[in-house]
Structure formats: C-alpha cells, structure tokens
C-alpha cells in the first residue's frame, strides 16, 4: 500500500479532501452564474426570477445527489463519462462525455472571455488568451497547485459579493426599483431562464470528474457535492436579490456589468472598481474549475481510445494529465479569439442538461438501499433535465442536438471501421 496521495504509474494522485473538494466546486459554481447568468435570465423570466432560480436549484440538487451516489461508487476521473458507461453501456457514456467536453470547452472560452471584459475591456481577447495560458500552466503543475489558487479565489470573490449584497440592501434605493416595475412574471419564460440558471449551478461536476484525485471518495464527494452547491444556491438568491431590490428586472435584464451598476445605483460608486476586480478573479476560478474537469474527462475517454490515447498520460512528476490539459488549454486560446460570452451560455446549459439526464439515468439502475427517495430523486433529475433542455431558446436546442448528433454518427463510425480491419 502506498502512501496517502501516492500513485501507480499512470493514474492520479490523491490530494482532495472535503474542504479542497468543496472549494473547487464553488468556485466553478460562483463565478459562471452571478456574473454571467443572471442578466440574460432575467430578460426572459421577468418577475419569475427569483421562481426560476429555485427551479434550476432543484434540478440541480437532484443531479447532485444523483451524481454522489454514483461517484461513491465509481471513484475514478471521468464523471458521468464513467457512470454512463458501467451502468447503461458504451454508448451513453461516450454520448455524456463528448457533450461534457464539447459544451464545458465552450464554457471555458465565455468565462476567459468575462476575465477580459471586467479586468481590460478594450484587449479583452488578449486577456483571456493570457488567462487560459496561465491557468493552464497552473493546472499542469498539478492539483495542490490548483487547490491553493482555487482557494485563494473564492475567499476573495466571496468577501466581493458580501460587500455588493450590504451595499445594495443597505443603500437608499433598495427596494424602489423592485417595486416600481417588473412584477409580471413571464410564466412561458420561467423554465428558459431556468435552464439559462442551471448552467450556473453546474460546477459541482468538478467535485465528481476528479474523482481519481480525491482522498476517501467514498466518503469525500458525497458530503462535497451537495455543500457546494448548497454554499453556490445561498451566494446566488442573496445576490439576485439584492440586485433586483436596487435595479429591479428590467434594469438587471438590460445590464452588462449588473453588479457593478447596482452598487453605483445604490449609492456606494467606491465599490465598483472592486466589483470589477471582484468578477474577473469570479470568472478566472470558474475558469480553473472547467479546464481542470474538462481535462480530466478528456484523460477518461482518452483511455478508452475515445479520443487519441497520447492524451492519457499523466506526468510521472505532477501527476496530472499533462497533455489533455495542454490540448484543452490549446482549443480554449483559439475559441476564446472568436467566442460571444452570451452565446455559449445556451449551447453548454444544453449540453450540461444531456451529461446530468445520463447521470440520472444511470443512478436510477443503482441498486436500491430501500429507500424511495433512491428512485424518485433520479427520476426528478431525468425529467428536469429533459423539460429545462427543451425549454432554452431554440437556437441552443438545434446547435445542441446538431452536436449530439455528430458525436453519436463519430461513435459509430469508429465502432465500424476497427471491426472491419
């Protein structure tokens, strides 16, 4: 038996524990939605905001639960990519990992791109090429490495948001904006802004893909999955509501820096350089998280030839795979020169919401301890995951079942041509 953290030569190292675990998920979790999310879901929910939030909480806790009992089980990297896989066959874990790597490598382009936006507008291209080089650098050095500057991350933004949620409640124009406008609840866009919202409630896969890298697994990422997102669903209505009581729905629907103009509205200008700084340290830990999972789930199908194997090695140093996170950070530079923020938020929520109906339908086949709940919490995640999907705008839809369509025609073909040679 090796010592705590050691490895056999081509598997990863054992480092996270509950704390390191959770952090990491939050910090993919709070800096996608609250700077991201929450303006373009707001333009279609209307007053059903705050509805549509708790909507995609559900769902999101659903699959969360769903997603810890199968990684106390198959504690390997991968996520759902694995799960898919031992529980209903090849198939659907290639199909969950493919919409894993193509939707989240789409993700990490918009979060570099909102480094750039908030720390330097006018090179905000060059900002997030320079981000994405970095924080790869950063994950080749391996997963202490990505730890302790996760960590360092989320203290900040924290302390960030608790300011903005004080300044706004406590300034004079709190709750005047909520009340003079934007009641109406949009009911037909309430499930569009929640599948918009769930992209935001999504970084607590991170906490599973690394489940090579995680001490006690078993243990660990059941308790890590759902304090994160319980931690990220807490950050979230405290914000949102604060915003909303100083900008009210049609203000936060119209912002494109909403944090920053609500604290300027509520009377606290000082505060919103910080804000600013505040959201491109948010976006670069959502940043770290995504190319951490997508690299790992990489480094899975790589194994299993899904993608080129060269990308399965792990450095006999850091102990990470090196060169799936070289190859991720490669195809980050070159979206990110090219990619609208917004744009991606649809198509990843698509793909994200595919990856989460597989893992739900994998726990359901998971023996039952007799509880009921080990059948109805799968199958609340299954359909909340297909009726959130189908709900974004159609744009999303079509893209997203045009690349589901694709990888499923590229797993065919490859399962034909090495059985005709």
Same mark, same amino acid.
Not at 66 to 72: D, G, K
Not at 136 to 147: C, D, I, P, W, Y
Not at 164 to 176: D, E, P, T, Y
Not at 285 to 292: K, Q
């Given at each position: ?25 939050? +910090? &993919? ?5 609250? %700077? ?5 879901? /707001? ?20 699959? /969360? ?10 504690? @390997? ?9 031992? @529980? ?8 969950? +990992? ?18 750039? %936006? ?27 490495? *990505? ?25 004079? *124009? ?5 009340? /003079?406008?934007? *009641? ?16 935001? %409630? ?27 997102? +319980? ?28 944090? /920053? ?88 929520? %698509? ?29 609340? +995640? ?12 159609? &744009? *999303? ?25």
């Amino acid at each position: 038996m090796g010592a705590p953290g050691s490895a056999r030569a081509g598997e990863l190292r054992r480092r996270l524990g509950v704390f390191d675990a959770v952090v990491i998920g939050l +910090g &993919s979790m709070v800096g996608a939605g609250i %700077f991201v999310a929450l303006a373009p879901a /707001a333009g279609v929910a209307g007053g059903g905001l705050l509805l549509a939030l708790a909507l995609a909480a559900v769902v999101a806790y659903a699959n /969360a639960l769903s997603s810890a009992r199968l990684a106390a089980r198959y504690p @390997r990297s991968g996520g759902t990519y694995v799960y898919g896989r031992e @529980r209903l066959g090849d198939f659907w874990g290639y199909l969950a +990992g493919w919409a894993f790597v193509v939707g989240k490598t789409a993700s990490c382009a918009a979060m570099a791109l909102t480094v750039g %936006f908030y720390a330097w507008p006018e090179q905000a291209r060059a900002v997030a090429v320079a981000a994405v080089v970095a924080l790869t650098v950063v994950n080749h050095l391996g997963m202490r490495k *990505s730890a302790w500057v996760t960590r360092g991350i989320v203290a900040v933004v924290l302390a960030v948001l608790a300011a903005v949620v004080v300044a706004n409640l406590a300034g004079g *124009s709190a709750g005047r904006a909520w009340a /003079a406008g934007g *009641s109406d609840i949009a009911w037909g866009g309430v499930l569009q802004a929640a599948g918009l919202l769930f992209f935001a %409630f999504a970084g607590y896969a991170r906490i599973a893909t690394l489940g090579e890298e995680v001490r006690d697994p078993a243990r660990t990422i059941p308790r890590a999955i759902p304090l994160a997102l +319980g931690g990220a669903l807490v950050v979230y209505a405290a914000v949102a509501v604060s915003v909303l009581a100083v900008l009210g729905v049609d203000g936060l629907a119209g912002a494109t820096a909403p944090l /920053a103009d609500a604290v300027d509205a509520a009377g606290a200008p000082a505060l919103v350089p910080v804000v600013r700084v505040g959201a491109a340290l948010a976006a670069l830990g959502a940043l770290l998280g995504l190319l951490l999972g997508v690299s790992r789930t990489a480094l899975a199908m790589a194994r299993d030839r899904h993608l080129p194997q060269a990308l399965a090695a792990v450095h006999p140093r850091f102990g990470v795979p090196h060169r799936a996170v070289w190859a991720v950070g490669a195809v980050v530079v070159v979206l990110a020169t090219g990619a609208d923020p917004r744009g991606a938020i649809g198509f990843s929520s %698509f793909g994200v919401l595919a990856y989460y109906a597989i893992a739900n339908a994998s726990a359901w086949t998971l023996p039952s301890a007799g509880r009921r709940l080990d059948r109805v919490v799968p199958g609340v +995640g299954l359909v909340g995951c297909g009726v959130l999907a189908l709900a974004l705008p159609l &744009s *999303s839809v079509l893209w997203g079942a045009a690349t589901l369509a694709l990888g499923a025609v590229v797993f065919g073909v490859r399962r034909r041509v090495p059985a005709r040679g």
